[in-house]
């Protein structure tokens, strides 16, 4: 099979900040003894990729991998591009693997894998490497792949998913999106301090401090327990405290968990910035108010999974009592999935319509028209078959003003974050599915936040069970993926695909064909004039394994 291996390919590059180049000239590169060629069948773009191509190297996963693996490694990786490296995007990707070193162990020349993007254990300064980002992804004909890499070393498995059914590759490589989706409804949320973590408690003056022994977990107390304005020992945790001389001095993104017993807007804002990843703050408001709007993280809601809960009363142990078990749509809820015509949004809409809940509300925002006419077609049958209450809006003709239990947001904009908790009610959950960027933050009334009960939440990619569990949905027929697919493209047509994406110009996903490199960006909806024979392979209007067969073996 290495025979057939080009010298050179076409790829996509962005080699600064929103500077995209068609690159027809690429060497394709040999592996090495523990590395893997991928020959790219599918891709899916990604409104994600649009964040890489703004921020380029200030993208937290763009950044320099700097523990998890031996620095040696990565030296003999041609596809780690970290920093200003020129890269190749492109993260929801499905191949064969047509090369393999010496050295490798869990796969073999001719395998078809599904590539999970995100690894976690690899840590970058704010986030982790991926597929895509800091390693080059999968906007090109074949791209190299490191076993040391890509095997998760708590399980030992690994990060190429075999597939072992003939179904279509767009329907492969558009697993990695409604992965993310999944994820984010059955990530496990924490709801007791972190055993063996680091645990920060603040006091006003005045306050008293309880409910801290309530709040351990069964498997263990904090490793590590630091005070301010307590000026004596927790007496009812066994792990010794340190008295802190000044806030503003404690080391930033460093705590587990912090609870502060007080309303100051000034100390929330300061201990903020004191909160680690996937780490817990904790307001106990003592019965009193803040009284005025709170500047909170919340792109590090997305992408450090931090989290903010809180209680009106003097007991610490309440606040986690709010904590969901995961993000997961309840019976009776009544759900805003704002950004629900687009690509993500459709996948949320046609995911929560498929749920075997209860009494379930669903109303659909999105600002374009058209975008809300493809969703209904896609939609209002699924609910009608569910019996799920469903309305699609333009809020610019029709202003959404209800409560609502539920928030699903598609837009990285913070303000709509701080719109969400002023529409919510009592127990809402505020699913931050969006990236907004890890930087920012939003002046949110985190009284009413509390007063509700609220809690506001993000994933970041996806996991490789995530995956699992959406792939055997593919398989099986029980998802067809390729309800999403609205245009493919070859990688002459990709840097197009990206700025439709900017432009929302699509309802649905872009899919690349990396092995017609020459195909223009081509909507579903043009294909009967310019590609008839594959569009009479469609059905009713959406792609089919036998439309992308007829596209593959033309010339």
């Not at 020992?233 to 008295?243: C, G, M, N």
């Not at 003097?314 to 009544?334: F, H, L, Q």
């Not at 333009?394 to 002023?422: C, E, H, R, W």
């Not at 909806?525 to 073996?553: F, I, R, S, Y």
Request: a negative charge.
């Amino acid at each position: 099979m290495e025979n057939t291996i080009p010298a050179n390919q076409q790829a996509i590059q962005l080699v600064g900040e929103d500077k995209l180049i068609h690159n027809t000239d690429k060497p394709v590169d040999k592996p090495g003894p523990y590395q893997i060629l991928l020959k790219v069948e599918a891709l899916g773009l990604c409104f994600s990729d649009l964040k890489l191509l703004k921020q380029f190297n200030n993208h937290v996963r763009k950044s320099e991998i700097l523990s998890g693996i031996d620095p040696a490694v990565l030296k003999e990786l041609p596809s780690y591009k970290p920093g200003t490296e020129p890269v190749v995007p492109g993260h929801e990707a499905y191949g064969v693997i047509v090369a393999v070193g010496d050295k490798v162990t869990h796969h073999k020349a001719g395998e078809k894998v599904l590539v999970q993007t995100d690894y976690r254990w690899l840590k970058t300064k704010n986030s982790n490497s991926a597929f895509g980002y800091n390693i080059e992804g999968g906007l090109q004909q074949y791209v190299i792949l490191d076993e040391r890499v890509i095997i998760e070393p708590d399980s030992g498995e690994s990060f190429l998913i075999p597939v072992d059914k003939d179904i279509s590759a767009a329907s492969i490589a558009l697993v990695e999106p409604w992965a993310c989706v999944e994820s984010s409804y059955i990530t496990e949320e924490r709801n007791t301090l972190k055993p063996g973590g680091r645990l920060l408690v603040v006091k006003d003056e005045g306050k008293s401090i309880s409910g801290i022994a309530a709040s351990l977990s069964d498997k263990g107390e904090p490793a590590e327990v630091t005070t301010f304005g307590v000026n004596s020992d927790l007496a009812d945790i066994e792990t010794d405290a340190k008295e802190a001389a000044s806030l503003a001095e404690l080391p930033a993104e460093y705590y587990d968990d912090i609870i502060y017993f007080g309303s100051d807007k000034a100390t929330i804002e300061l201990l903020d910035e004191k909160l680690a990843a996937q780490g817990i703050i904790n307001i106990v408001l003592c019965g009193d108010k803040i009284g005025e709007e709170v500047s909170v993280g919340v792109g590090r809601t997305h992408y450090g999974m931090t989290r903010w809960i809180g209680t009106v009363g003097c007991d610490a142990c309440e606040s986690y009592k709010t904590v969901p078990a995961m993000g997961e749509i309840r019976p009776n809820d009544k759900v805003l999935i704002i950004g629900a015509a687009g690509p993500m949004g459709q996948m949320h809409v046609i995911r929560v319509l498929s749920l075997e809940t209860e009494n379930l509300t669903v109303v659909g925002t999105d600002f374009d028209d058209e975008r809300i006419e493809s969703l209904a077609a896609k939609a209002e049958p699924l609910a009608k078959q569910n019996n799920v209450k469903l309305s699609l809006v333009n809020p610019k003709n029709n202003p959404v003003t209800d409560k609502f239990s539920y928030f699903a947001i598609m837009a990285p904009v913070g303000p709509l974050v701080a719109q969400a908790i002023k529409d919510s009610s009592e127990g809402a959950l505020i699913n931050i599915f969006a990236g907004i960027p890890a930087t920012v933050k939003q002046e949110i009334d985190l009284d009413l936040y509390i007063a509700n009960k609220c809690f506001m939440f993000g994933t970041s990619g996806s996991r490789l069970s995530d995956m699992k569990i959406v792939l055997e949905k593919v398989l099986t027929g029980k998802l067809n993926t390729n309800c999403s697919v609205d245009a493919i493209s070859g990688i002459a047509g990709a840097i197009d695909g990206i700025r439709a994406v900017e432009a929302r110009a699509l309802a649905g996903k872009i899919i690349v064909f990396p092995q017609k490199p020459d195909m223009p960006l081509t909507p579903l909806t043009e294909l009967a004039e310019k590609m008839p024979e594959v569009a009479a392979k469609l059905d009713n209007g959406l792609w089919t394994k036998e439309a992308e067969e007829e596209l593959l073996k033309q010339g």
